[in-house]
């Protein structure tokens, strides 16, 4: 995972590297803030001796304190600092797969550090599912979408349309904006699923054109509803909503949870650096 500088490193951060205590330090998310820390406040020629200095104190190699460093980065941009604070409680390894995670699908990493937290994988799952989402988001635009509308369909069925059946609507209504069709005796619903994207903002763009274009849809006597991960935007949706009220029914939001993997077993223990 790469090192993200900050523009400006905060008042917290650049005491936390000229208090640092060198032998009192013995966690990886200490080594971690300073060696971040440090490459923050140094210029550009003197980094390198820094993760030199630092891997040759604590007996490991170079890449490992740029794991660290980039493990502790990751946990100091998160919004939330409660889950920050809980995930340098894990091993490092873990936090620098996250990290790598985040980089490219903040929603499903934030999702998945929650599930680390509570049990549900183990270092090698985690490394393996990642790689496995690169493999998807590197993918053809057409098979991340069939991939993201795949996943939509098993958590609706397994959710809020259990009893529903997926289906193919007849020729004339086949463009309009609906991503999956489900019926279940005389109801019908089109639903529009939004995504990927890569960050939580992007869901909220476009909000009161695809509000709009669900009301399109409703026009045709389906049940239309708008779908997107947890934890991104639902709420804007359903106040864009409110807010239009056209005459006809009402568009559905809903959020829909990503699989979760069965639990592999207890949390691991935290491990000296």
């Known amino acids: ?23 009192a330090a013995a966690s990886w998310d200490e080594i971690g803030q300073y ?26 190699y170079p890449n490992q304190i740029r794991k660290y460093a980039a493990a502790y980065a990751f946990t100091e941009k998160l919004e939330d600092q409660k889950l920050a604070g809980r995930l340098r409680q894990q091993p490092s390894g873990i936090v620098d797969v996250l990290g790598s995670w985040y980089e490219y699908d903040p929603v499903t990493a934030l999702k998945r550090a929650e599930e680390v937290l509570a049990g549900q994988w183990s270092y090698r799952q985690l490394l393996a599912a990642v790689k496995q989402a690169r493999q998807v ?51 019908t619903l089109a639903i529009r699923v939004l995504g ?23 026009a045709f006597g389906f049940d239309a509803w708008i779908v997107m991960p947890e934890n991104t935007a639902a709420s804007r949706y359903l106040a864009a909503e409110k807010e239009l009220a056209p005459p006809g029914a009402p568009v559905t939001i809903a959020e829909i949870p990503m699989p979760a993997p069965a639990k592999v077993g207890q949390k691991s223990k935290r491990k000296p650096a």
Request: aromatic residues 10%; proline residues 10%.
């Open 1 to 23: 995972m790469k090192i993200e500088r900050p523009q400006k490193p905060s008042p917290e951060l650049v005491k936390a590297v000229r208090d640092f205590n060198w032998e």
């Open 35 to 60: 060696a971040f820390g440090a490459l923050s406040v140094t210029r550009r020629g003197e980094r390198e001796a820094i993760i030199n200095q630092t891997a040759a104190h604590y007996g490991t």
């Open 137 to 187: 988001s590197g993918a053809t635009p057409e098979a991340r979408a069939r991939y993201w509308k795949a996943l939509a369909l098993a958590a609706l069925l397994a959710g809020p349309c259990a009893g529903f059946q997926e289906f193919e609507p007849e020729p004339p209504y086949r463009n309009l904006p609906a991503d999956l069709w489900l019926k279940r005796r005389s109801r």
């Open 196 to 218: 990927p994207y890569p960050a939580p903002a992007d869901y909220a763009r476009n909000i009161y054109m695809n509000v709009a274009a669900a009301h399109g849809v409703a």
